[in-house]
């Protein structure tokens, strides 16, 4: 008998298993999949010469997070790599905003893009120095963040109280015209902001872009040296140098409940595997209540709740193997790492006013990974392994471009669409397609079959949101990764705070698993209980 079984090897989960088994927990993670990782994985789909990145690709929240640093996995074989520049925006004139790792080089060619421009950009910077470690510390801990609460009042406070909020609670559009004359600067913060299922026009999208913006000017966005796998492969090393164990193409077919209590789990092939203090399950919210968990053993409002859960955009993604690097009309994206592609501001609103009617967009916003450019292990020397994804609807109800895409994602779908997105990056780097090798095409029904929480590609393990973040994440309650069950915790990024390599989600499970079988559990989880049945009753 293990004292906690994890369910699920995607990152939160093996950060999850690390966390108890550095406490000294007998810690069992069982895996669907053949290998572990989750979006953390890679392989060579689209050549056997070049390594693709299946699901997420860079991480600036992998080296920023505390939790992920506390982890020191460079001790167990995983090594970054930085491309030349962090993040480029091409524009349709040749010229592009680069975000370089030096913040003095970026404000410089974002003032060739808009006088005034380095100067906004070095204020957001200078608003990072002073509260941004703050904010991350909030973010990633779990809800309500009483520690961390202060100390980033008090930098919000020196930083310009209420109108430095009201700034980041703002669209991003908006942070992007009050604060920069040219295009460059909004579009950097707003395709960041895109990174997640946010609009332009979306309130608190300008705290997301700058989050990540500024991530990157201070940490880069870095990737593992030889595939997002490696970084998966280091949490498996750590986990099984202390003594935890991980057993893949195991399914878990339920949690096994007895008197509102967790007492282990029952695997599809009749196994029951025993936790004596705790069951982690990094599982999307929908899999995990009504799926794992039967109705009978929660609350009846849970229930309604779940009706209400909103997922994320779905994903259609291209991994490319080139003959040589992409042939970009502009020299600032050639160094970049990641590449943004949408014409401008107005462009990425229609995108996005495309997805929230349910139309398949015509000019979609996609982001492009250059993956050789920041780690030269990706391909043979001279070529490049190259990704581009965007966003479909879940539900698609027409199409906005000329190629009636139906939803079905059928083999004409799948090359209509990728056609689409190579026509994005054809009008940035003609000749792009004259270089392509190999293509894979990966539409939204394929992702869920590599990992069953990514429904039908939805990466951040549901909406980010307002309505669906903090104390309503993944439904109205305490925010926290406690559930209805005891000894029952929900560690993947359905629970607060959401999607992102960053741990945090399995870091706060096995926290409050860890908390809750200690000496102050047996007053703290009653208490939390009744707060969670006046908070949502």
């Not at 779990?142 to 310009?160: D, M, N, T, Y």
């Not at 799926?291 to 259609?316: C, E, I, Q």
């Not at 070529?383 to 994602?409: C, F, L, M, N």
């Amino acid at each position: 008998m293990a004292d906690a079984v994890v369910i699920g090897a995607g990152h939160n989960g093996l950060v999850a298993a690390n966390l108890l088994a550095d406490a000294g927990w007998d810690v069992e993670v069982l895996e669907e999949q053949p290998e572990p990782g989750g979006a953390v994985r890679s392989d060579r789909g689209a050549h056997p010469d070049y390594v693709s990145d299946v699901c997420s690709a860079f991480y600036p929240l992998g080296v920023a997070s505390p939790v992920m640093r506390a982890l020191d996995l460079e001790r167990h074989g995983l090594r970054w790599r930085h491309a030349p520049a962090v993040l480029a925006h091409p524009l349709p004139d040749g010229r592009a905003a680069v975000l370089e790792r030096d913040r003095d080089a970026t404000a410089a060619g974002l003032e060739a893009l808009g006088a005034g421009d380095g100067d906004a950009w070095l204020r957001l910077c200078a608003l990072w120095d002073e509260m941004g470690e703050g904010v991350l510390r909030a973010l990633l801990t779990p809800f309500p963040p009483i520690r961390a609460a202060l100390p980033l009042a008090a930098a919000v406070r020196r930083a310009g109280g209420l109108r430095v909020a009201r700034s980041l609670l703002a669209p991003v559009r908006t942070l992007g015209e009050q604060e920069f004359t040219g295009p460059g600067g909004p579009l950097l913060l707003a395709g960041s902001a895109l990174h997640t299922d946010m609009f332009p026009e979306s309130a608190a999208g300008s705290v997301f872009g700058w989050l990540l913006a500024m991530t990157g000017q201070r940490h880069g966005w870095p990737v593992p040296e030889g595939g997002a796998g490696e970084l998966a492969a280091a949490l498996v090393r750590r986990l099984e140098s202390r003594g935890g164990r991980l057993r893949c193409g195991v399914r878990v077919e339920s949690v096994v409940v007895r008197d509102g209590r967790a007492l282990g789990v029952r695997t599809a092939g009749g196994e029951r595997v025993r936790a004596a203090k705790a069951v982690l399950a990094d599982v999307a919210a929908p899999a995990l209540y009504g799926g794992l968990v039967g109705w009978s053993d929660l609350p009846a409002s849970l229930r309604a709740d779940m009706r209400r859960f909103s997922w994320d955009h779905a994903t259609f993604k291209v991994d490319w193997a080139l003959s040589g690097p992409v042939p970009w009309a502009s020299p600032g994206a050639a160094r970049a790492g990641t590449v943004h592609l949408s014409p401008g501001m107005d462009a990425l609103t229609r995108y996005s006013a495309d997805l929230a009617t349910g139309r398949v967009p015509a000019d979609p916003f996609a982001l492009l990974g250059q993956m050789t450019t920041a780690d030269p292990a990706r391909s043979p020397a001279g070529t490049e392994s190259v990704w581009a994804y965007t966003h479909v609807p879940h539900r698609v109800k027409g199409d906005a471009g000329p190629d009636g895409i139906t939803g079905a994602w059928d083999e004409r779908d799948r090359n209509a669409m990728a056609d689409r997105v190579e026509n994005a990056v054809e009008r940035l780097a003609p000749g792009f397609r004259a270089r392509i090798l190999g293509r894979r095409v990966i539409a939204p029904p394929a992702f869920q079959e590599h990992d069953a929480n990514l429904r039908n590609g939805a990466l951040n393990g549901g909406t980010a949101l307002l309505h669906q973040q903090f104390v309503f994440r993944p439904v109205p309650g305490l925010g926290r990764a406690e559930t209805p069950v005891a000894g029952l915790y929900l560690a993947s990024a359905s629970a607060h705070p959401g999607g992102g390599v960053h741990g945090a989600c399995g870091a706060n499970a096995a926290r409050a698993a860890l908390a809750h079988a200690g000496p102050a559990g047996r007053v703290l989880t009653p208490a939390l209980g009744a707060l969670r049945r006046l908070l949502a009753p």
